[in-house]
Structure formats: C-alpha cells, structure tokens
C-alpha cells in the first residue's frame, strides 16, 4: 500500500465513523474484531479462558480462519503472541485474558512487547457495562469498587487504548487502536465487556484496509535531511559504514535498509538488537558491534570510520556494551521510524521507511569506492581445545554449522543471548532475543508463537537456546508445543543455576543455585505419554554433541526434541563476561560504615 493510497484510507475510516451504509451486512462486534485479524494476518490467537471472555471464544473457536492456541497461564500467552509477532512480520500478535486476574498475569509480557516494540493485541474480557457502572463486588475485583484499575495498569505498557462501552462506536474504536498497533510497532489494549460481544454493528468498514504506514514526511524538509546527508557523505569521501538495530526490523524498514545497503556496498554491521536484520552471509557484513564488547577487528573498522549511518538504533545498556559506543556525534547520522538525526540536529518529522530509498538512489555512485573499504570476514571458527568438556567458546561456534538457512533461532537472555551473538547465522534465518527486557523464562513461551507464525509462512526449524534455570520459570508451554504438534530442537543448557547472575553478583552464593531437574523426562510429563511425539538426549562431551548434530534423524526435526547439555558452572560466553564486568561497575554494591 502506497503513502498516498494508506492516507486516503485514514481519510474513508474517519468518513464511515459519521456515515452509515444501510446496505451493510450487520455482524457481531466479536466477529468484527476477528474479521480484522484475519485481515491482518492473525492465524493464531493465544490466552486463557475466563469467564468473562467465554462468549467471545466460541466465536473464536467457531471461526476457521483464526486457531486458538489455548495456553497454561496469561505471562506465557504474553510471550507467545510477542514471538508470533517478531517472525510474522507485517501481522500482530493477539493474547485474550479474562478481567483482573487474567490480564494482571500478562503484564510481564505485554511489558516486554513495549519495551522492545512488538506488536501486540491484548483483549481482556471484562464485565457487562451495566456492571461497570453499578461496580458490585464481583469476583476478580478489588472489593472497593475501582473497576478502572487494571485498566490505568494496562495504559503503562500500551501505546493505545480502547475501551468499549457501546455499540455505536465499537467498530471505529476497534480499527483505531488496531491502526495505532501496527503503525507504531507496540502493544495496545481493548476492554471487551461480556454484553458486546454479540451486539450486531455494520460491516462496511472492513472493506477499507487499515494503515500500517506513518504519515509522510514532511516534503521540504526531507529534501533538506536528504543534501545534509549526502554532503557528509561527500565530505568523508564515501568512508561510510551502515549500523543496523532493532528498530529497522520493527518499523518495517528492513527492504528498503537492504535495498540502501546493495546499492552503496558500504560496509554493514548490526547492534545485537538487529541481528538478521541483514544477511549475516553477505560479502559486506562484518559482524555485531557492542561497543567495547566489540572483537577488536570490528570496533576498529566501525569506530574509525569518516560516517556512521546509524538505522533504528536503540542504544540500550546490553545492545551497546554498556553504553560505550565510541561514535561522535560529529560523524553520525541516525535514522529512525518517525525522526531523524543530522549530527547534532534533530528533524522530528522523518521517517527512516519513506527517506531510505531516496537515499539509495543519491549514494548508489559511490558503490565503486565503497567496495574498496575492508569488511572483516564473520565467521565461527571452532577452537582446538584439549579436553572435552563442552565449553562455552566452543560450543557456539559449533552449533552454528548446525544451522541451515530459514531456521528461527531463539535465544534465551543470559548465557544463549550472549554466546550467539559471536556466531554468523544462516541466510533468510530469524533471530529473536529479548535484550533490553530480558525477562527470564520468556523464550519458552516465545518459542511457541515463534513456531506457529513460522509454520504459517514456511520457515524452516525453530531451534531454542535455553539456561536450566529460565526453563524453570515458564516449563509449563512445552506442553502447548507439543498439542499444537510444533517441533522445535530445545537445547537446555544444564550448568545448575542463574550463570548471568552469577557474572553480575555472588558468583559463589547460594541464590544463583538451582535444583536439577530430570530434564529428559520432561516432555514425557507435559503431553507425550507415549513417547511418539518427542525424543530427548544428554550430551556431557564435545564428542556426544558432535555426533548427534551431525545425525540426520535429529536434524531433521520431525519431533518436538530436547537437549540438554552439561556444562560447567562456572563457564559463560566472552560477550556476556566482559558485559557483566562493565554492569558491576556501574550497579556496585557498596556497603557504608
């Protein structure tokens, strides 16, 4: 859809508000809401059942073209539809919670959506609207009455809220916040009272598209941003290089960032947050910059460069080492979804999506001198170690020979988000990490949605990193994994506790510690009785993991299985121990006299 085209369709909603078709065919609100999804690209909805959404699930589970996944608590559905939403571009994730207790439990979730600009949809079922005026003492309420405080939760971590109260305008406050969702890339919000649910409204809305694009940039000053850059371009004689984070993959810039990328074939690089952003096997790729985390070669190409061109950057402490980017503003440019940075000037109207190909046009001749600048070759190479205990340094770059274009790799925070970051993944791959929320436990559930939005758009193996002690905390959605017949390789890394905890304070204290699980029984416990459906392996040296990665039946995945692999306590990635170093520093415990 065109900036034009999506304008002129913001244009026919705000019309239909005030105009009626009586022609139409009337539909329930609940299926309004539904019709919207599909259009979307929702196929999967995630959530618990509760008494006050069950009406509105029968329409759900009546509906052919949206599946419910029925989860084993609200934080895991959070955190599945935050997965679906990361690997099915262009679509959004749905997570439906019953009122009060229901959405409480999915705040966590929700939270991280936000802070790492997800796109998800959280439906609570509430009560009837005559129960929110007269506000009885219903169960899951607070007993005084305040049925707006989950509702002034919720508005922390939405961009938009809509909260239903009558027919009359459900159907407009369903398409704005839904609007608001997929233009901003974060989360929002809408009340579903049981007594709407089959209130009949008119259709005709739905033959309008909702908007994904944000408004255009402003003409003139565009033009300006644009000569700025090309004169510092110009002015650094095209030593350039391309840094790419997370938002350039949110904001629905990742074709035309690549399109920039071919046509200047200026050196390219990705924070942790952009990983897969651009091909990590592409001749002009060099790696993942960190700041002072950086290997050597790649800081010293990426901070000497004459000019940074910075895409959806999101400087957080673990995405920049701690915040020890060495890149002048002098020499930066920074693009993002709805401004833009010109060294020291600040143009709020500039949109990264709408300037990216225009500026790909204007710096495609200095593509000859730009393939004369050195990229540094990432790749993995495994180390000769003399003993065959799987270590962390070996052990990554290991896996990675592992991978095969199209796999979804999920990486849990701490140890698995850290050690994968030193690793080349393979071409048309997904990466999905949660660095600036890092909620433990989140990547079980997101594995699951991760899964189920890449079996929707023919993705290959959806492989999970994961500590044993995260597994601990959202253990439960392996079961949802497998009712939904989802197969993904669960690596489970066994080395007794919280290994990034450890790093970042008392190494040696007992609350790092957990109790061990038999982990090869667990899929057994959770849905695979039989057997049938599931296979599980121990791998306590170089040796046994070698041999099963190298094992067709394994690599194949044609069953959920699970790995769990011994490793030192003690052990972590390089990234992760020099990350923690500089996070000591910053967040010491000092005791006073």
Not at 207 to 218: A, T, W
Not at 556 to 578: F, G, I, N, S, T
Request: aromatic share 8%; proline share 4%.
């Amino acid at each position: 859809m065109s900036g034009l085209q999506s304008q002129v369709n913001r244009l026919k909603l705000e019309l239909k508000t005030f105009q009626v078709d009586a022609g139409a065919e009337e539909i329930y609100i609940g299926q309004y809401l539904l019709e919207r999804l599909k259009q979307l690209g929702v196929t999967t909805m995630f959530g618990v059942p509760g008494d006050f959404n069950l009406g509105f699930l029968d329409l759900v589970e009546d509906d052919t073209g949206i599946d419910w996944a029925g989860n084993c608590n609200e934080l895991n559905a959070a955190y599945a539809a935050d997965g679906y939403a990361r690997v099915k571009e262009h679509s959004i994730g749905v997570v439906l919670t019953t009122f009060g207790v229901g959405e409480l439990s999915a705040i966590n979730g929700i939270a991280g959506a936000f802070s790492e600009m997800v796109p998800v949809l959280h439906i609570a079922g509430v009560p009837s609207t005559k129960q929110q005026k007269a506000k009885p003492m219903l169960h899951h309420t607070l007993g005084d009455g305040r049925y707006n405080a989950y509702i002034k939760a919720a508005e922390q971590f939405a961009i938009a809220q809509a909260i239903l109260e009558n027919k009359s305008t459900a159907a407009a406050e369903i398409d704005r916040v839904l609007s608001e969702c997929i233009s901003h890339a974060r989360p929002v919000y809408l009340t579903l009272p049981t007594d709407l649910v089959y209130e009949k409204v008119s259709s005709d809305r739905l033959s309008i598209p909702l908007s994904r694009l944000p408004p255009p940039n402003d003409t003139e000053t565009e033009a300006f941003v644009l000569d700025e850059i090309v004169k510092l371009v110009d002015q650094a004689k095209g030593d350039a290089i391309i840094l790419v984070d997370a938002c350039g993959i949110r904001h629905d810039a990742r074709v035309e960032t690549n399109e920039l990328i071919k046509a200047t074939g200026f050196p390219v690089y990705s924070a942790p947050m952009g990983k897969t952003a651009v091909s990590e096997n592409y001749e002009r790729y060099g790696g993942i910059y960190v700041g002072s985390i950086s290997h050597p070669e790649i800081k010293e190409k990426v901070e000497s460069a004459k000019l940074i061109l910075s895409i959806g950057s999101l400087k957080s402490d673990f995405n920049s080492g701690n915040f020890t980017y060495s890149i002048p503003t002098s020499r930066t440019v920074e693009l993002h979804s709805s401004w833009a940075k010109v060294q020291y000037a600040d143009f709020p109207t500039i949109g990264m999506k709408e300037i990216l190909p225009k500026l790909s046009k204007r710096l495609a001749h200095w593509k000859p001198t730009a393939l004369k600048l050195e990229v540094p070759k990432f790749e993995a190479i495994v180390p000769q170690e003399d003993h065959d205990i799987i270590s962390h340094a070996w052990f990554w770059p290991r896996v990675s020979q592992f991978f095969k274009p199209k796999d979804v790799i999920v990486a849990e925070t701490g140890t698995s988000s850290f050690g994968i970051l030193d690793v080349p993944l393979p071409d048309q791959s997904v990466f999905v990490t949660q660095v600036l929320w890092g909620s433990i436990g989140y990547t079980v559930g997101s594995t699951l949605g991760a899964a189920l939005a890449a079996r929707d758009i023919g993705l290959g193996r959806t492989i999970l990193f994961i500590g044993d002690g995260s597994l601990q905390l959202t253990v439960q959605e392996l079961s949802t994994i497998m009712r939904k017949d989802l197969k993904p390789i669960i690596f489970v890394l066994n080395n007794t506790g919280y290994t990034i905890e450890r790093y970042l304070h008392g190494k040696h204290r007992k609350y790092n510690d957990i109790v061990n699980w038999k982990w090869t029984s667990l899929l057994s416990v959770l849905g695979d009785a039989e057997g049938v459906k599931s296979k599980s392996y121990t791998v306590t040296n170089k040796n046994e993991l070698s041999a099963l990665l190298e094992n067709a039946e394994f690599a194949a995945a044609d069953k959920c299985q699970l790995v769990e692999v011994m490793m030192p306590m003690h052990d972590a990635p390089r990234a992760l121990q020099v990350q923690a170093e500089l996070s000591g520093k910053t967040n010491a415990y000092v005791a006073t006299t």
